[in-house]
């Protein structure tokens, strides 16, 4: 067993999320530590003593031997905060989930991702637009996430696979727990050219208050979200929300305003949400080409030593190439080699003559606004 099973073993223990994961990590340094620590020592921490008397009730009964086994027998992936395939997306909002359990494969190409979502009582026109809207993400590489609910989602990843395209099924239960039943072939099928993501341990079954969390993981891994259809009370709405205060694009459908389905995608376009009038205009407001224009060149051309150091000098800062010689001590020509492929990969910019700056990962990426 390795430092994640502790990060399971919190997660076994209701009341622990990200707050308080946070937490015990600044105060013990690892979760090693803050699981094998004493009550006192917990308090110190900052749980609130009821919290530390379940939390040792859990301590108490979970077998860290039978949860790792459970693991490695069903496949199921462990990632944390602190691991670097943590989907670069989510490890961006706030707060995200300290544990993810997947099954099947995560890619950097779902670094390029856009949610679809919307109501389980999908209509015609929401069945066609779904489909079309999954097929042209599929055919521009981008990955698409849902819920693996009934309807829009369920049709999501059926068109994404049909045109072979990568699909992320993000569950309101543990990995192992498909809900609904009727979508354990689909699921199957998304563990062949994708994965099924959740936060919620294995065996945990689909509780009605596990899925608006569930919603927010959906948004967060996505670049923008699309909802096709949704009537007033609709899940797709919080995970409109959520979308919106993580800073990414939200687009609604627009439908008929008599339509029971259309009601809140019609309310989401009255309150700021762009309204998708074609498919292709989710690709154009991501600059989806840019984003994987630059995931292929980095992917060809790995970097090194001297780029690392270079990127280090420059930080925070905007340099010439004459100041970063100087910081550097190397030669003219071998920065402005090296600074000319670094752009090219999208790690550095040129702002005009021979001032550079970094270029953040994450500005790689539309983060709304």
């Given at each position: ?20 994961m ?15 620590a ?53 490890k ?30 999908v ?8 489909e ?6 599929a ?52 563990l062949?050219q ?12 689909p ?10 993981i ?24 959520f ?5 990414r ?12 389905s ?7 376009i ?9 498919v292709?205009?989710v ?7 840019q ?10 051309l ?20 004459d100041?970063?010689?100087f ?20 790690l550095?910019r ?20």
């Amino acid at each position: 067993m390795d430092a994640r099973i502790y990060w399971v073993a919190f997660n076994h223990v209701k009341g622990i999320g990200a707050v308080r994961m946070r937490a015990l990590l600044d105060y013990f340094g690892d979760l090693e530590r803050a699981w094998k620590a004493s009550p006192d020592a917990l308090r110190a921490a900052g749980l609130p003593p009821r919290l530390v008397e379940v939390f040792v009730q859990t301590r108490k009964t979970l077998s860290l031997e039978k949860v790792a086994e459970t693991l490695t027998q069903k496949s199921i992936q462990v990632m944390t905060w602190e691991d670097d395939d943590y989907p670069f997306l989510l490890k961006n909002i706030d707060q995200p989930p300290p544990v993810l359990y997947v099954r099947g494969r995560l890619s950097s190409a779902d670094q390029v991702a856009v949610a679809v979502v919307g109501t389980r009582q999908v209509s015609a026109y929401g069945r066609k637009v779904t489909e079309q809207l999954a097929v042209t993400l599929a055919h521009h590489g981008v990955t698409v996430v849902s819920g693996l609910a009934r309807g829009v989602d369920a049709l999501a990843h059926e068109a994404t696979l049909n045109a072979g395209g990568r699909t992320l099924a993000v569950l309101g239960s543990g990995v192992d727990v498909i809900y609904p039943a009727e979508h354990r072939r689909l699921a199957e099928r998304i563990l062949q050219q994708g994965a099924l993501i959740s936060d919620y341990p294995p065996g945990t079954p689909p509780e009605a208050n596990n899925f608006p969390p569930r919603n927010r993981i959906i948004s967060g891994l996505a670049m923008a979200t699309v909802v096709v259809e949704a009537g007033e009370k609709s899940g797709a709405l919080i995970t409109a929300t959520f979308a919106a205060e993580q800073g990414r694009e939200v687009f609604a459908v627009p439908g008929n305003i008599n339509s029971p389905s259309s009601k809140g995608t019609n309310h989401l376009i009255a309150n700021g949400a762009r309204p998708l009038l074609q498919v292709e205009e989710v690709l154009d407001a991501l600059d989806v080409a840019q984003v994987q224009h630059q995931q292929m060149v980095r992917s060809l051309l790995p970097g090194n030593e001297l780029e690392a150091t270079l990127l280090s000098i420059i930080g925070d800062q905007v340099l010439s190439v004459d100041e970063i010689c100087f910081l550097s001590g190397l030669g003219a020509e071998k920065v402005v080699a090296n600074l000319a492929m670094m752009e090219l990969k999208g790690l550095v910019r040129n702002l005009g003559g021979t001032n550079f700056t970094v270029l953040r990962e994450d500005s790689g990426f539309y983060a709304g606004g």
